[in-house]
């Protein structure tokens, strides 16, 4: 029985890996072969070849993924303390769940006239606000859960230990929130990293994320690039997995 | 200026306003007050647009696929669950329930495409081990009718998602030391499982099971690559009218959205509000 | 008087939590406090900590008035019920805690809190995170991280309250050591009516928001609303019957 599930878990999980990895080095990969003709490390070596784009995409998702995860975690984080402690609470947390719970391309083109007439959409500033617009209530939502009573009443102890507001934060607040810190910021990371539609509406096909290239290569139906793309997508979270797994499961909407 | 009223006017400018002055612009340019076409207050594209056909059945295809989709996830969850809690606790397992966390839903759906479409992976090993004859007889498996690409895609994504989430829940919730109670009390393995542990799992997953069938009725990408072009679901039919070249469509794309944006709004906040 | 309190009054919502209570205290002493649960006396120890913001009244400390000042500058720590040891320090660092706060030199902080875990008789747990202590272990430390800082004043809330019946008694046997020891000057809040004239140099009633204060031990027992008398009835009975 073990044995069974464990293969099929393996066939069912790792195959799509171990497929993008073969389409991306197969040469005449022709219907119906079930195996390629050949091996080409080509696409592979394009990647840093400038005229290509691949390799500004990685560096233009890592660089949006990376602000947006790091502006979210830190405003979330200060931001839903006070709302954690107002009495107000459970209606800032459903406040919270109604735009995380919208579909991100509908809001992209709800958000799209403002973003129009600021002259944002298209460009790269454009697409961090509005991935930050959809990470942040996230955020909220994750911190929301994170300020309890316990952590208030250490946070006062420090101050009747005479420490002032920013020890508190320094020595107890954020060492003892470490872990909550890094869930979210992987989290928004993903969330950032993995985006699409919302992307594609507010960049108008003009900010080259990985996304973007995945389904540009997919349309164009070059089959190589779009593996390899698709590689580049999915092996960084994946490494990060192998690191720490729970980094990966906050209840998270895998289509926000 | 009270100490709060900067954090809570900065969770609403970033969290609020973007989605209620969106929807706001949504529900005047579908009234015609606002918008390159605006001719004043008009209810002609509100009676238009639900008069058509297409707007229902994008509506019933998307919650059907939600829907579907989410109970053969939380199906198949509890069953692996249930039928291999042991085996999923080790370490291999457990990291392979995880790695679908590391794709996002646009490479699930390549994968799909790549897997079950007519010269896919599944096609050629049919063909190569003789079960089919040739493309043409091979079943349309991706943007068909009945969306099994999509379907197949959503719970591919979702399944593990809700493996884990019963496997936490089974620790944290005590489920052993519940069922060892009703063993006590007499209950047979199969009535432990259905009085006890089910309805223990399903009892704390339940927000979250209702808020993935919000998220997958309103999903984008999968469709894009595996669904039809009609009926398709809502995200698509929005998707379709904001960039069809006539703009008497804009109108109509900013309908839809105002009727889904109720629709989603309401649940969540019924939801959680009674949470 | 070390410290002294007048008229202090605190409200939420239009409930009176503290109505106009009057206290003074002797440095060196202890006053216990008897409280049913909800009578008010979390806010009124947090008040004293300038935790809460009173409505109305003055706190007076060593003849400052620090009604107004911050926690940070009161010298009056506030011990929970539960430990509250910062989870990411060791038990040295969570007693030298105080200490690196006021940017003291290592090598004083180091001396003090060496000091204090002989005291409080930790030696052998210093590198310890606290996870691994045991309920009167932790609140031990949650005493000597207060103490190393020398407070004018202590405010325990209930600090055994989580504790089993055994390690209750002997930590209420090293309180009233570490008391003498340190010349401690507290408020002690309970509920429990052995704990409360066990702890207390002085005694006190906390009731629906006002305290009051007896001048010796009879007086406490021969008010009705304590229930000295009962439980002192209850055991004489015991005693009959046996």
């Known amino acids: 029985m073990k044995k069974i599930v464990v293969f099929l878990l393996i066939l069912v999980f790792l ?41 500004d995409s990685v560096f233009t998702s890592l660089l949006i993924s990376v602000v947006t995860a790091a502006v ?20 800032f947390n459903i406040l919270a769940y109604l735009p995380y719970s919208f579909s991100p391309v509908i809001y992209a083109y709800c958000l799209y006239f403002f973003f129009n007439k600021s002259q944002l959409s298209g460009h790269i500033v454009g697409v961090l606000l509005a991935q930050f617009i959809l990470t942040f209530p996230f955020s909220i939502i994750l911190f929301l859960n994170h300020w ?109 | 200026m009270n100490k709060n009223a900067i954090p809570i006017g900065l969770f609403l400018m970033f969290s609020v306003l973007p989605l209620a002055a969106g929807l706001l612009y949504a529900l005047c340019y579908s009234l015609g007050w606002v918008g390159t076409l605006n001719t004043g207050f008009t209810l002609t594209y509100w009676s238009a647009t639900l008069r058509d056909g297409d707007l229902w059945s994008s509506l019933g295809l998307s919650a059907f696929i939600a829907l579907c989709s989410t109970a053969l996830s939380v199906g198949l969850g509890l069953v692996l669950v249930l039928g291999c809690k042991d085996v999923l606790q080790r370490r291999i397992p457990n990291y392979l329930l995880y790695t679908p966390l590391a794709m996002p839903p646009i490479i699930f759906s390549f994968w799909v495409f790549q897997l079950m479409g007519s010269s896919g992976l599944l096609a050629r090993w049919l063909i190569k081990t003789g079960w089919v004859r040739s ?134 906040w019924m939801l959680f509000r009674k949470k | 008087m070390f410290l002294a309190i007048h008229h202090l009054c605190k409200s939420f919502d239009n409930n009176v939590i503290l109505d106009n209570i009057q206290l003074t205290l002797n440095q060196g002493q202890t006053l216990s406090i008897l409280g049913k649960s909800g009578c008010g006396k979390t806010t009124f120890l947090k008040t004293i900590a300038g935790l809460l913001r009173q409505d109305q009244g003055t706190i007076i400390l060593e003849h400052n008035d620090i009604s107004t000042q911050p926690p940070q500058q009161r010298e009056a720590v506030y011990i929970y019920q539960q430990p509250l040891l910062f989870p990411h320090l060791s038990v040295y660092e969570n007693i030298a805690f105080g200490l690196h706060l006021r940017k003291i030199s290592p090598s004083v902080i180091r001396e003090k809190t060496m000091a204090m875990l002989d005291d409080l008789e930790l030696v052998a747990h210093a590198q310890k995170m606290p996870e691994v202590l045991s309920g009167g272990q932790r609140q031990r430390v949650s005493f000597g991280r207060a103490l190393i800082i020398a407070p004018k004043l202590l405010l325990l809330d209930e600090p055994f309250g989580a504790l089993d019946t055994e390690t209750r008694t002997s930590m209420q046997v ?66 009959r019957n046996d």
């Open chain 1, 148 to 256: 309890n009573t316990e952590l208030k009443a250490v946070e006062e102890l420090t101050y009747t230990l005479g420490g002032s507001v920013t020890q508190a934060w320094r020595r107890v607040i954020i060492p003892m929130s470490k872990s909550i810190l890094l869930l979210c910021f992987f989290q928004t990371f993903l969330i950032s990293w993995f985006e699409y539609g919302l992307t594609s509406v507010i960049g108008l096909g003009k900010v080259h994320t990985l996304t973007i290239k995945v389904y540009q290569y997919i349309g164009e139906s070059n089959l190589g690039f779009a593996a390899l793309a698709s590689c580049l997508l999915v092996f960084p979270p994946l490494i990060l997995l192998w690191f720490n797994r729970h980094f990966m499961l906050a209840n998270n909407n895998q289509y926000a």
């Open chain 1, 72 to 91: 979210s975690t830190s405003a979330g984080f200060v931001i839903s303390k006070t709302l954690a402690y107002h009495t107000k609470r459970s209606l």
């Open chain 3, 174 to 239: 090293f309180f009233k050591k570490m008391a003498k020891q340190h010349q401690i000057t507290a408020i002690f809040v309970t509920h429990d009516l052995k704990e409360a004239v066990l702890m207390g140099d002085n005694l006190a009633l906390m009731e629906r928001g006002q305290i009051h204060v007896y001048d010796h031990l009879e007086a406490f027992i021969q008010d009705s609303r304590t229930g000295m008398n009962q439980e002192i009835k209850f055991w004489k009975t015991l005693f």
């Open chain 2, 135 to 268: 493309i043409d007889t091979f079943p349309a498996l991706i943007n068909d009718r009945a969306h099994i690409g999509v379907m197949v895609a959503l719970v591919l994504s979702t399944f593990p998602v809700f493996t884990l989430l019963f496997l936490n829940y089974y620790q944290s919730e005590n489920i052993v030391g519940y069922s060892q109670l009703a063993h006590t009390l007499g209950a047979t393995k199969r009535q432990t499982q259905t009085s006890i542990i089910l309805p223990l799992l399903l009892r704390k997953a339940k927000p979250t099971i209702l808020l993935y069938a919000i998220f997958l009725f309103g999903v984008f990408e999968v469709p894009l690559l595996l669904g039809r072009q009609s009926p398709r679901m809502i995200s698509m039919l929005i998707h379709a009218n904001f960039n069809k070249f006539n703009l008497m469509d804009l109108p109509r794309a900013y309908v839809i959205t105002v009727i889904y944006a109720v629709i989603i709004l309401s649940i969540v």
């Open chain 1, 15 to 55: 195959s799509p890996f171990a497929y993008f990895i073969v389409a991306s080095v197969a040469v005449n990969y022709r219907f119906p072969l079930l195996w390629p003709e050949g091996w080409t490390m080509d696409n592979w070596q394009q990647i840093f070849r400038t005229n290509n784009g691949l390799f």
